[in-house]
């Protein structure tokens, strides 16, 4: 990815199905789930390195001796930090107490996170301050055990503003306005309305207030809480929580927008937001892991009974293909072949581009993450080539000499690696001016990989922005001197902002959109389109009618390839001699190749939920206005 886009988060949960004891006695270690919830972090690091946290809820722990704990990190290596943290705990009693370090009760009850349930999470700041008082998980105290709540999630809701004010309804005095913080108060407002309505009864039922406390755990109905609680949530989600007493949940949106995997055997219950961390960290099959549905809960009680129930009615799924194209990790088997589908799709494109003159074309590829659709470029390629080859040799075989025929057969796909990153430059420097130096030069080249009479194709996996390109990646290729230079996009034109939890807020940031205002204003159209625009957007937020995406209408008088076209203009050096193309993933080609995952509003603008079209709209509004904010 030229530009750097963040993802909100990463979830991780691990509930142990049987006593602390068959671990020690197994695995030689009282910390089984707690070293295998650090692994299940470090494993989605690419989903959130601005900070990390883990909570951990003690079972069947007495009056007087605490049964959760918590750490959280915002400081660089957030992840190691709180991991060595908990270890140390372990070890330094263990070093006090010598004569304890097997007993596991005492351990239990003395050691933080000597625990059967856990829950993490790794974030980017996406929005806000990063520090750690942001990070998950969040905690709701209370002294009745069944009353304590613990939340983490990888989520963004487009509608927080309202579900805080509800709160602010129902008499309530929310310390914040995050919408975690919302989300953890609506969960806990219909979990304390559940714990009174269990003990009214088991009072009219001559219950003693001791006694009631066990049953109240028992009887309380998560599906039924998290029903309630979601009934008006309007984002992509996944939510993790962590009941005192020890139930556990994890809940996703009715659209499967945010992805979630859970993976279950006699011993362990685990959670992740992405499948190749289980099957890695539990060392399991690709199909023992399943994906929890949209729209469903996944109840883990305390007595270990294991279910998953719908909440919110699903009629659709659109999961985030963008996590498939750049988020995800590539290891997992069905994202790695959508990535090389990606490549392989586009290489008709490139053949047109360069037309058709392989031997004069050098294939490339920046960043690394754009590797994998790159291997499915260059094995089209090289189909293509052999399909020549072949052609060749039955057109001319009553001609062909050992020579000729080996000409023939050395003709590959020509590969070289024309830039590399420079891990060690960060761009720290604040004033501009002397930033973007400093951005010309996160990439190097290798000299000599390029003659002039080449074309050099260059693979990333999107492009969002613009600005890395034109001010680093650009510069840095027309220092090789190349005839030809073609940007490929695995992904189609991001021309929308999104609103679940990737960092793509503001409209005007992107360079599709900046590229059709400035095909409007070559034609002449641009403040007629742009106020007609508004005008719509206006009025649809005043009638709070969220049905369409008036944003639609600035890029509907024109084709991808003609703003393609304007973007080349746009990034070119004016001072360059060479020609520019970029090519993007056609829209029906990445529903060819993330065929089981249709969330494309990024590309498309068909949002899943209400709150999409509200979201860009008020973009298109924050646009026009001149506002730099959020559009939600």
Same mark, same amino acid.
């Given at each position: 990815? !030229?530009?750097? %886009?963040?993802?909100?988060?990463?979830?991780?949960?691990?509930?142990?199905?049987?006593?602390?004891?068959?671990?020690?006695?197994? *695995?030689?270690?009282?910390?089984?789930?707690?070293?295998?919830? *650090?692994?299940?972090?470090?494993?989605?690091?690419?989903?959130?390195?601005?900070?990390?946290?883990?909570?951990?809820?003690? %079972?069947?722990?007495?009056?007087?001796?605490?049964?959760?704990?918590?750490?959280?990190?915002?400081?660089?290596?957030?992840?190691?930090?709180?991991?060595?943290?908990?270890?140390?705990?372990?070890?330094?009693?263990?070093?006090?107490?010598?004569?304890?370090?097997?007993?596991?009760?005492?351990?239990?009850?003395?050691?933080?996170?000597? +625990?059967?349930?856990? %829950?993490?999470?790794?974030?980017?700041?996406?929005?806000?301050?990063?520090?750690?008082?942001?990070?998950?998980?969040?905690?709701?105290?209370?002294?009745?055990?069944?009353?304590?709540?613990?939340?983490?999630?990888?989520?963004?809701?487009?509608?927080?503003?309202?579900?805080?004010?509800?709160?602010?309804?129902?008499?309530?005095?929310?310390?914040?306005?995050?919408?975690? &913080?919302?989300?953890?108060?609506?969960?806990?407002?219909?979990?304390?309305? +559940?714990?009174?309505?269990?003990?009214?009864?088991?009072?009219?039922?001559?219950?003693?207030?001791?006694?009631? +406390?066990?049953? /109240?755990?028992?009887?309380?109905?998560?599906?039924?809480?998290?029903?309630?609680?979601?009934?008006?949530? @309007?984002?992509?989600?996944?939510?993790?929580?962590?009941?005192?007493?020890?139930?556990? $949940?994890?809940?996703?949106?009715?659209?499967?927008?945010?992805?979630?995997?859970?993976? =279950?055997?006699?011993?362990?219950?685990?959670?992740?937001?992405?499948?190749?961390?289980?099957?890695?960290?539990?060392?399991?099959?690709?199909?023992?892991?399943?994906?929890?549905?949209?729209?469903?809960?996944? /109840?883990?009680?305390?007595?270990?009974?294991? $279910?998953?129930?719908?909440?919110?009615?699903?009629?659709?799924?659109?999961?985030?293909?963008?996590?498939?194209?750049?988020?995800?990790?590539?290891?997992?088997?069905?994202?790695?072949?959508?990535?090389?589908?990606?490549?392989?799709?586009?290489?008709?494109?490139?053949?047109?581009?360069?037309?058709?003159?392989?031997?004069?074309?050098?294939?490339?590829?920046?960043?690394?993450?754009?590797?994998?659709?790159?291997?499915?470029?260059?094995?089209?390629?090289?189909?293509?080539?052999?399909?020549? #080859?072949?052609?060749?040799?039955?057109?001319?075989?009553?001609?062909?000499?050992?020579?000729? %025929?080996?000409?023939?057969? !050395?003709?590959?796909?020509?590969?070289?690696?024309?830039?590399?990153?420079?891990?060690?430059?960060? #761009?720290?420097? #604040?004033?501009?001016?002397?930033?973007?130096?400093?951005?010309?030069?996160?990439?190097?080249?290798? *000299?000599?990989?390029?003659?002039?009479?080449?074309?050099?194709?260059? &693979?990333?996996?999107?492009?969002?922005?613009?600005? #890395?390109?034109?001010?680093?990646?650009?510069?840095?290729?027309?220092?090789?001197?190349?005839?030809?230079?073609?940007?490929?996009? +695995?992904?189609?034109?991001?021309?929308?902002?999104?609103?679940?939890?990737?960092?793509?807020?503001?409209?005007?940031?992107?360079?599709?959109?900046?590229?059709?205002?400035?095909?409007?204003?070559?034609?002449? !159209?641009?403040?007629? /389109?742009?106020? @007609?625009? *508004?005008?719509?957007?206006?009025?649809?937020?005043?009638?709070?009618?969220?049905?369409?995406?008036?944003?639609?209408?600035?890029?509907?008088?024109?084709?991808?390839?003609?703003?393609?076209?304007?973007?080349?203009?746009?990034?070119?050096?004016?001072?360059?001699? /060479?020609?520019?193309?970029?090519?993007?993933?056609?829209?029906?080609?990445?529903? =060819?190749?993330?065929?089981?995952?249709?969330? @494309?509003?990024?590309?498309?603008?068909?949002?899943?939920?209400?709150?999409?079209?509200?979201?860009?709209?008020?973009?298109?509004?924050?646009?026009?206005?001149?506002?730099?904010?959020?559009?939600?």
């Amino acid at each position: 990815m !030229s530009d750097r %886009l963040n993802h909100e988060c990463g979830l991780a949960l691990i509930r142990l199905l049987k006593p602390l004891e068959f671990y020690q006695k197994k *695995y030689g270690s009282v910390s089984y789930g707690l070293n295998k919830l *650090y692994l299940m972090l470090e494993k989605q690091h690419n989903r959130g390195q601005d900070g990390a946290g883990f909570a951990s809820v003690k %079972l069947n722990m007495k009056p007087g001796q605490r049964f959760m704990h918590r750490e959280r990190s915002a400081n660089q290596n957030p992840i190691q930090e709180i991991f060595k943290l908990a270890n140390e705990n372990i070890t330094n009693y263990k070093k006090q107490h010598p004569k304890f370090k097997d007993d596991i009760g005492n351990l239990k009850k003395n050691v933080p996170h000597v +625990s059967e349930l856990f %829950l993490g999470h790794v974030r980017y700041g996406t929005f806000g301050q990063n520090s750690k008082d942001a990070v998950h998980p969040f905690l709701r105290q209370n002294n009745w055990m069944h009353r304590n709540l613990i939340v983490a999630g990888n989520f963004n809701m487009t509608n927080n503003n309202q579900m805080f004010q509800d709160l602010v309804n129902l008499g309530q005095h929310p310390k914040e306005m995050s919408d975690t &913080v919302t989300i953890m108060e609506r969960i806990g407002h219909f979990l304390d309305d +559940s714990v009174s309505k269990i003990y009214k009864k088991l009072k009219k039922e001559g219950v003693s207030k001791i006694d009631a +406390s066990s049953i /109240i755990a028992e009887r309380i109905d998560l599906h039924k809480i998290i029903k309630k609680a979601s009934k008006d949530w @309007d984002g992509g989600y996944v939510i993790g929580g962590l009941i005192g007493h020890g139930d556990a $949940f994890v809940v996703r949106d009715q659209a499967g927008i945010r992805p979630a995997f859970f993976y =279950k055997d006699d011993e362990v219950v685990v959670v992740a937001s992405e499948r190749p961390v289980i099957q890695t960290v539990f060392n399991t099959d690709f199909d023992e892991i399943k994906e929890i549905n949209p729209g469903d809960c996944l /109840i883990i009680k305390k007595s270990g009974k294991v $279910f998953t129930k719908n909440v919110i009615k699903s009629n659709f799924k659109k999961s985030c293909s963008f996590e498939r194209i750049y988020f995800s990790r590539g290891s997992d088997q069905e994202i790695y072949n959508e990535r090389k589908k990606l490549g392989k799709l586009v290489f008709p494109q490139i053949l047109e581009s360069v037309n058709s003159d392989l031997e004069n074309t050098v294939f490339s590829y920046i960043p690394n993450t754009a590797e994998v659709s790159f291997y499915g470029l260059v094995h089209e390629a090289e189909k293509y080539i052999i399909d020549l #080859t072949r052609k060749k040799i039955l057109r001319n075989k009553s001609k062909i000499n050992d020579e000729i %025929l080996k000409k023939i057969l !050395s003709f590959r796909p020509r590969i070289e690696k024309v830039a590399i990153k420079d891990a060690k430059l960060r #761009t720290f420097i #604040t004033d501009d001016v002397n930033r973007d130096e400093l951005v010309k030069h996160v990439y190097d080249i290798t *000299y000599g990989s390029i003659k002039k009479t080449d074309n050099l194709v260059i &693979v990333d996996d999107s492009i969002v922005r613009g600005t #890395t390109l034109q001010k680093s990646i650009l510069k840095m290729l027309n220092r090789l001197s190349p005839k030809k230079i073609v940007v490929v996009s +695995s992904a189609p034109q991001i021309r929308y902002p999104d609103c679940y939890g990737i960092d793509m807020a503001k409209i005007e940031d992107f360079i599709a959109f900046r590229a059709a205002i400035e095909l409007h204003k070559d034609r002449g !159209s641009s403040d007629k /389109i742009i106020k @007609d625009t *508004y005008d719509k957007c206006i009025q649809s937020k005043e009638k709070v009618d969220y049905k369409k995406n008036h944003v639609k209408n600035i890029y509907k008088d024109f084709s991808p390839e003609q703003i393609s076209a304007k973007m080349s203009e746009m990034l070119i050096d004016s001072n360059s001699k /060479i020609e520019l193309e970029i090519i993007f993933q056609k829209v029906e080609n990445l529903h =060819k190749a993330c065929s089981n995952h249709k969330g @494309d509003w990024y590309f498309t603008g068909d949002y899943p939920t209400p709150g999409g079209n509200k979201v860009v709209n008020q973009a298109f509004i924050n646009f026009v206005e001149g506002k730099s904010a959020r559009a939600y």
